[in-house]
């Protein structure tokens, strides 16, 4: 569960009090931050649902420190030698939760689509220099734009309804977009550039 607010271990709530929970304890988060992680026993690798259970009791666990957090379910493992691979997909499908509401509050790492390659990539990633003007507070809007644009397909029409803007308006952003960065929405590869960045930017 992301955030979580102290770093003390005394603040973390026993595995006891949490169903199925093997062990819970504090992690880093960030540069700053705490998270919490707890490991779940699972009578069968095919059921996750101790594990949306334990999640759930520890997001009700933190009460009002809730408010904007989540938590990530990893896959399944057998053992302790793949816990940092089950780490990497949960803290994974957190933050993915924390960017997109609609998988969470509580997001499973099978279920995040193409937030399990976001996730992947190195914070930077999301500094790429072509989109660095586009993301500047300044132009939130034309970023937005741009991204539900994509989230459309490219499609005109879907897009301009989404955002509740006429057709022109949304012509104009576009253009914009593209003057800000140099890229090509016509372009492919620019496209999914735009894509990746503005997602991986949230997370």
């Known amino acids: 569960m992301a955030p979580w607010p102290s770093a003390d271990p005394e603040n973390a709530p026993a595995a006891r009090t949490v169903p199925s929970a093997a062990a819970i304890c504090t992690v880093p988060w960030g540069t700053t931050g705490q998270c919490l992680a707890a490991l779940v026993r699972l009578r069968s690798a095919d059921a996750l649902s101790p594990a949306h259970t334990a999640a759930a009791r520890l997001l009700g666990t933190a009460g009002g420190a809730a408010v904007g957090s989540a938590a990530g379910i990893a896959g399944a493992r057998h053992g302790l030698e793949d816990l940092g691979?089950?780490?990497?997909?949960?803290?994974?499908?957190?933050?993915?939760?924390?960017?997109?509401?609609?998988?969470?509050?509580?997001?499973?790492?099978?279920?995040?689509?193409?937030?399990?390659?976001?996730?992947?990539?190195?914070?930077?990633?999301?500094?790429?220099?072509?989109?660095?003007?586009?993301?500047?507070?300044?132009?939130?809007?034309?970023?937005?734009?741009?991204?539900?644009?994509?989230?459309?397909?490219?499609?005109?029409?879907?897009?301009?309804?989404?955002?509740?803007?006429?057709?022109?308006?949304?012509?104009?952003?576009?253009?914009?977009?593209?003057?800000?960065?140099?890229?090509?929405?016509?372009?492919?590869?620019?496209?999914?550039?735009?894509?990746?960045?503005?997602?991986?930017?949230?997370?």
């Open 85 to 203: 691979a089950a780490w990497c997909e949960a803290s994974g499908a957190a933050r993915a939760a924390l960017a997109e509401r609609r998988f969470g509050p509580v997001a499973q790492w099978s279920d995040v689509g193409p937030y399990r390659l976001l996730t992947a990539l190195s914070p930077e990633a999301a500094h790429d220099p072509a989109v660095r003007r586009l993301l500047a507070p300044a132009h939130r809007e034309l970023a937005r734009t741009a991204e539900v644009f994509l989230d459309c397909a490219g499609q005109a029409g879907r897009t301009a309804a989404e955002l509740g803007i006429h057709r022109q308006t949304l012509y104009y952003r576009l253009s914009r977009v593209e003057q800000l960065t140099g890229l090509d929405l016509d372009e492919g590869e620019d496209r999914l550039l735009l894509h990746m960045v503005l997602k991986s930017s949230r997370l």
